[in-house]
């Protein structure tokens, strides 16, 4: 593999890797082109890279007016940031519940013991999720209104074995009247809609009842 420009004399390269319109490609003879196009996988390894190797970039101010800089801010600004993050400030259309992701996204009330970007495209929306111990926190924010679907045995799954519960309570705030949701199984699929710059903020706590 090259970087454009960087070919040294006599060194065949056996590949090339380059940014088209914000997707990876590479090339190479064997196999053609390649693309990577899952944001939602770009965006979490850009959270978990060192920032030193982007050099000095300063992080502006988080002033968010709509759903649509939320996303910009996650996808294409927060990633690179050094050092603490500043306590961002919301547009009065942004709603609460995704205020509250947004928060979340950034570890702003706690980094807690593991993060998760679950599902996500730029300009369109996002769904991360944080564990603490044994509940776990998930958020979604959007520019359009739309419905989503959240899985939540895509991060039961990835909790210690010994820290899963048989059934959990949940405590949903979204964009309309909040719920809460007792005696819900790992395998739960629950349908939110989200309102355009909205969003979602559920906690799943280990139901009593399942002990």
Not at 9 to 18: A, L, M, N, Q
Not at 138 to 154: H, I, P, S, Y
Request: glycine content about 10%.
């Amino acid at each position: 593999l090259h970087d454009s420009g960087r070919v040294r004399e006599g060194v065949t390269p056996i590949g090339e890797i380059e940014w088209r319109d914000g997707t990876l490609v590479s090339r190479s003879p064997g196999s053609g082109e390649r693309a990577w196009t899952r944001p939602a996988n770009l965006a979490e390894a850009r959270l978990e890279t060192d920032a030193a190797r982007w050099g000095q970039r300063a992080l502006p101010l988080l002033s968010l007016a709509d759903g649509r800089e939320l996303l910009a801010a996650a996808f294409t600004v927060v990633p690179f940031a050094r050092g603490p993050l500043p306590e961002p400030s919301f547009g009065d259309g942004v709603t609460p519940p995704a205020c509250a992701a947004f928060r979340l996204f950034l570890g702003l009330d706690g980094k807690g013991d593991a993060f998760r970007v679950m599902r996500g495209e730029p300009d369109d929306f996002l769904v991360c999720a944080r564990r603490f111990g044994g509940e776990w926190r998930v958020g979604a924010f959007t520019a359009d209104a739309t419905t989503l679907t959240l899985r939540f045995e895509d991060v039961w799954e990835l909790a210690p074995p010994e820290l899963r519960s048989t059934l959990y309570d949940v405590d949903v705030m979204r964009d309309g009247e909040p719920a809460t949701l007792r005696g819900i199984a790992p395998d739960a699929r629950i349908f939110t809609d989200l309102a355009a710059n909205g969003g979602f903020f559920m906690k799943f706590v280990p139901s009593t009842s399942a002990q």
